[in-house]
């Protein structure tokens, strides 16, 4: 066997279908082509239609196999029918991706029941609904892997973590509870935790170049982070090679939570 057969029966997803939230933008938009370039046939979920269209015909344009659903994931009936709507594309996930998020960050004295409930309802709730839905069956079948992408607010606060960091903490720990459930029926669970990433999401954060710069700072590599940099990352916990791999954080931040 040479090299390249070796790598790529190792880190191959061929036949395998993928579903990704939040993937038409971002860190969820870089692993969702990620997956599809490793084989995967993947649909992306996210509101925006446009957003949608454009990531899917890119990769289909690659010779990809790609799908696209629009859906509310800040409601349950929304996030049930996205799920569903994912499951007739390409049939019964494998690999399951939450990257849909929102960052909603007042200060705490500004935290309001509005703010909390949006968060939890999109951050922790949408995952969690989706878990119970495909997480079953990948058990049933003796293959899954369920990756989730939460935060380093989730371990550490600052910039006001508020309702976002709690998300991002009950999101891990959900994690956790998925892998106990699920990992001794060949259903890995892990979570994947950005640094500061110049994305959408963070929007107002990377408008302030001082902070920017600082962020960059508090890194070991000297730079924040890029969407492209989950991709090694993200094919790796959604492969065969990561089977004895669960409930694991893996921190994808260039050092920025050990400096």
């Given at each position: 066997m040479n090299a390249q057969t070796y790598v790529s029966e190792l880190f191959s997803l061929e036949g395998r279908v993928a579903v990704v939230t939040g993937g038409s933008s971002g860190i969820g938009r870089g692993i969702a082509t990620a997956l599809a370039h490793a084989g995967a046939a993947v649909t992306v979920v996210a509101r925006r239609e446009a957003e949608l269209r454009a990531t899917?015909?890119?990769?289909?344009?690659?010779g990809c196999r790609a799908a696209w659903v629009s859906a509310d994931l800040a409601t349950a009936e929304g996030a049930r029918a996205g799920a569903e709507a994912a499951a007739d594309a390409f049939g019964e996930p494998d690999i399951l991706v939450n990257c849909a998020g929102v960052n909603l960050r007042p200060p705490m004295n500004d935290l309001g029941e509005d703010v909390w409930d949006t968060t939890m309802a999109v951050n922790l709730k949408a995952p969690f609904l989706l878990g119970q839905r495909f997480g079953p069956g990948m058990a049933e079948r003796g293959y899954g892997r369920i990756i989730h992408v939460t935060s380093q607010q989730a371990h550490r606060?600052?910039?006001?973590?508020?309702?976002?960091?709690?998300?991002?903490?009950?999101?891990?720990?959900?994690?956790?509870?998925?892998?106990?459930?699920w990992s001794a029926h060949g259903v890995t669970v892990n979570t994947l935790v950005p640094g500061f990433v110049l994305t959408p999401l963070n929007e107002r954060l990377a408008s302030d170049p001082r902070k920017v710069a600082s962020l960059a700072a508090r890194t070991l590599v000297g730079r924040n982070g890029l969407a492209e940099d989950f991709a090694g990352a993200a094919v790796f916990l959604a492969g065969r090679s990561s089977a004895y791999v669960t409930g694991q954080s893996v921190f994808v931040d260039g050092g920025f939570s050990v400096h």
């Amino acid at each position: 066997m040479n090299a390249q057969t070796y790598v790529s029966e190792l880190f191959s997803l061929e036949g395998r279908v993928a579903v990704v939230t939040g993937g038409s933008s971002g860190i969820g938009r870089g692993i969702a082509t990620a997956l599809a370039h490793a084989g995967a046939a993947v649909t992306v979920v996210a509101r925006r239609e446009a957003e949608l269209r454009a990531t899917v015909e890119g990769l289909t344009a690659d010779g990809c196999r790609a799908a696209w659903v629009s859906a509310d994931l800040a409601t349950a009936e929304g996030a049930r029918a996205g799920a569903e709507a994912a499951a007739d594309a390409f049939g019964e996930p494998d690999i399951l991706v939450n990257c849909a998020g929102v960052n909603l960050r007042p200060p705490m004295n500004d935290l309001g029941e509005d703010v909390w409930d949006t968060t939890m309802a999109v951050n922790l709730k949408a995952p969690f609904l989706l878990g119970q839905r495909f997480g079953p069956g990948m058990a049933e079948r003796g293959y899954g892997r369920i990756i989730h992408v939460t935060s380093q607010q989730a371990h550490r606060a600052f910039v006001n973590s508020g309702a976002y960091g709690a998300s991002k903490g009950g999101l891990e720990s959900l994690a956790r509870s998925q892998a106990e459930a699920w990992s001794a029926h060949g259903v890995t669970v892990n979570t994947l935790v950005p640094g500061f990433v110049l994305t959408p999401l963070n929007e107002r954060l990377a408008s302030d170049p001082r902070k920017v710069a600082s962020l960059a700072a508090r890194t070991l590599v000297g730079r924040n982070g890029l969407a492209e940099d989950f991709a090694g990352a993200a094919v790796f916990l959604a492969g065969r090679s990561s089977a004895y791999v669960t409930g694991q954080s893996v921190f994808v931040d260039g050092g920025f939570s050990v400096h």
